[in-house]
């Protein structure tokens, strides 16, 4: 059974959110240390306000320094707070611009990709990991690039053969993150 996925508008910045949480979650160092780092970030971020504000209201007369543990505090806590929307504004930023719609078949022998500038095909047989993760499929060619297959942008088969569909033609089992 063929598959098909018609993304209109190319991908959209909450599938590019769920591919930046599925890279990290299918990998062992990164599930343990994103966590870290974001916590590190917030804690840090909160430290640096507290301490910008005591610089201007508690006395110590040094507005400079009080304004750059501000900024500091408040970058610091974004980048906490907001680490996978700053990835996926780092993924859109590396899309081709003006794709137009995207539509990814999966058919018997290989995975064809079609946009408004593009064609290609690519062999089962170079995936190297697939996950499913949020109602989406993340078909990995390599540590960072991967085809989104959301079920809600579906077109043509059935959403509960893809999973079976994708471990026969891969060769690999669906990772369920």
């Given at each position: 059974m063929d598959f098909q996925f018609r993304f209109e508008n190319g991908y959209d910045f909450y599938?590019?959110?769920?591919?930046n949480k599925a890279v990290v979650r299918r990998n062992a160092f990164l599930r343990v240390f994103v966590p870290i780092?974001?916590?590190?970030?917030?804690?840090?971020?909160?430290?640096?306000?507290?301490?910008?504000?005591?610089?201007?209201f508690a006395g110590f007369h040094?507005?400079?320094?009080?304004?750059?543990?501000?900024?500091?505090?408040?970058l610091w806590f974004l980048l906490?707070?907001?680490?996978?929307?700053?990835?996926?504004?780092?993924?859109?930023?590396?899309?081709?611009?003006?794709l137009?719609?995207?539509?990814?078949?999966?058919?018997?022998k290989d995975i064809h990709e079609l946009t408004s500038r593009s064609e290609a095909r690519f062999s089962y047989h170079v995936i190297q990991e697939v996950c499913f993760y949020k109602n989406t499929y993340f078909v990995f060619l390599d540590k960072k690039h991967a085809f989104i297959l959301s079920l809600n942008k579906l077109s043509a088969g059935q959403?509960?053969?893809?999973?079976?569909?994708?471990?026969?033609?891969?060769?690999?089992?669906?990772?369920?993150?």
């Open positions: 599938e590019l959110i769920l591919l780092l974001r916590s590190v970030f917030v804690v840090g971020g909160l430290f640096f306000l507290i301490t910008g504000c005591m610089f201007f040094d507005a400079a320094m009080g304004a750059i543990c501000i900024l500091a505090g408040l906490g707070a907001f680490y996978y929307r700053y990835g996926a504004w780092k993924s859109r930023r590396m899309l081709l611009k003006n137009g719609s995207i539509s990814i078949s999966l058919n018997e959403p509960d053969l893809l999973a079976k569909a994708l471990e026969e033609r891969c060769g690999k089992a669906v990772k369920q993150l």
